[in-house]
């Protein structure tokens, strides 16, 4: 396979759906439109330029900034600090009807994992080929897809400044099979538009081989929502900022309690035994 299954924003979900659990990764056009994404990209532009692409030195362990690297600036925890990520990513219609098909059979609710500016500058070299649902090795690869993983091109997306680069079909594959070159593909696409993935494929942020290009993208990953979240959303939107979110922004950030009673299961994330959403609308959060 030499390119993803592109399709428009507008196809019928069911389409896009049908390409990413057959390959493992779609491009979606036109995910973002003009205006939200001038929007977007506005709002980011002051949080960008205060971004230290070395973090400080700050990461949870030498794993990981070796993973990221000290040329890609992040913005984290963008529930928090963008409205636009509220209004025209988190909620956005097509992830929902991507999570409910994928993520609806283990789980009575998904959750936002990870919603943050990878913003690959000059030298960023490719990150190692990996699968995001390793965050969760303690689940057995035989429960299947948990994840549903994303990265938004917020500038155009080319092969010299940083795209992803994915191995389709690789979410079928053995647990160890590793993928060859010439399995990759590259996620080359227009800003505006996504590369929606499964949490099981094979992909990396590529190398920024140019001299001055930042390769600017978001991403977006949801998970099934009995999983720890990789940002910690409580925190990253606290009971004061959510009490004014939509009924489903909250519960994709883990303000309504997993209720799986109905199907054998049980609840979690209750405070005084009930949805902290309860508690939020009657002002005792
Ligand atoms: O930024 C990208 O293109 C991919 C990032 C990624 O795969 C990750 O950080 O897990
Ligand atoms: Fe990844």
New binding site residues.
């Given amino acids: 396979m030499t390119d993803l299954t592109r399709l428009a924003a507008s196809a019928p979900a069911e389409d896009v759906v049908a390409a990413l659990t057959r390959d493992g990764a779609v491009i979606v056009h036109d995910f973002l439109g003009p205006e939200a994404l001038s929007r977007f990209n506005t709002e980011l532009d002051p949080l960008l330029a205060a971004a230290e692409p070395d973090h400080g030195g700050e990461f949870v362990n030498t794993v990981i900034a070796a993973f990221y690297g000290d040329a890609v600036r992040h913005v984290t925890g963008l529930a928090g600090k963008s409205q636009a990520f509220v209004d025209e990513v988190l909620q956005h219609p097509l992830y929902d009807a991507v999570c409910r098909s994928v993520l609806g059979p283990v789980c009575a609710q998904h959750l936002l994992n990870v919603g943050q500016v ?1 913003d ?1 500058g000059p030298g960023a070299e490719r ?1 190692i080929l ?1 699968r ?1 649902r390793q965050t969760w090795n303690h689940v057995p690869p035989s429960l299947g897809e948990i994840e549903v993983s994303s ?1 938004i091109a917020l500038r155009d997306f080319t092969a010299d400044n940083g795209a ?1 680069v994915l191995a389709p079909g690789s979410h079928t594959w053995p647990w160890d099979r590793k993928a060859e070159e010439h399995e990759l593909v590259v996620a080359e696409m227009p800003a505006g538009s996504a590369v929606v993935y499964l949490g099981n494929t094979v ?4 190398a920024n081989t140019t001299a001055d290009t930042w390769r600017r ?1 978001i ?1 977006v990953s949801f998970c099934a929502g009995w999983l720890r979240t990789e940002e910690n959303q409580y925190l990253v939107t606290g009971p004061e900022q959510a009490v004014r979110l939509s009924a489903q922004a909250r519960a994709l950030l883990g303000y309504t309690a997993h209720d799986a009673i109905m199907t054998g299961g049980g609840y979690l994330g209750t405070v005084e035994l009930v949805s902290p959403d309860t508690l939020l609308d009657a002002g005792r959060l």
Avoid at 203 to 206: E, F
């Fill in positions: 990878m690959r990150q990996h995001d990265v992803t992909h990396a942020g590529g993208g991403h």
